[in-house]
């Protein structure tokens, strides 16, 4: 049996820098699948998947957002979290050019730009999470407080 190929990706390689303790894992990426289609695949509770979300405020400024596979982010906190007027995703292409990530493969490490890194604080409370290693269908597995370490996001509360 062939061994599977796993991508090379910035955000392995920046795990790797960092010294982090995480496992990779793949499954068949499916378009628009999201975090349900993974955790199905995985075999995981979908709130333990991490979805990396690329937005911007109402000047443009774009920011990353982790959040809870089975929850969404209420941009309407976010903004009066933040103390601007509004926050909204980042259009694929836009989001591609700040990260260097396809979407459906964005991670918070290793992006192209150094953007903001927000997390909905629950994350930090979960065993285990698992999160895009930069590749559509690869998972890095961790512990929350090694993505607490590496990229220090600021916590929130935002989710829905």
Known sequence: MAKEKIPTTPAVLSLKAAAAN??????????HGG?????????????????????????????????HGDREVSTKA??????VKAIKPCKPEVAHRHTGYLVGGTSPFGAKKALP??????IADLPEILINAGARGLLAKMPPSELVRILNPGKVSVAI
């Open 22 to 31: 995480f496992t990779l894992h793949t499954y068949p990426y499916e378009e």
């Open 35 to 67: 975090t349900r289609v993974s955790s199905q695949k995985l075999g995981v509770d979908e709130h333990c998947v991490i979805k990396t979300l690329v937005m911007e405020d109402d000047a443009g400024k774009p920011l990353i957002i982790l959040m």
């Open 78 to 83: 976010l903004a009066r979290h933040l103390g």
């Open 117 to 122: 890194v927000y997390m909905e604080k629950t």
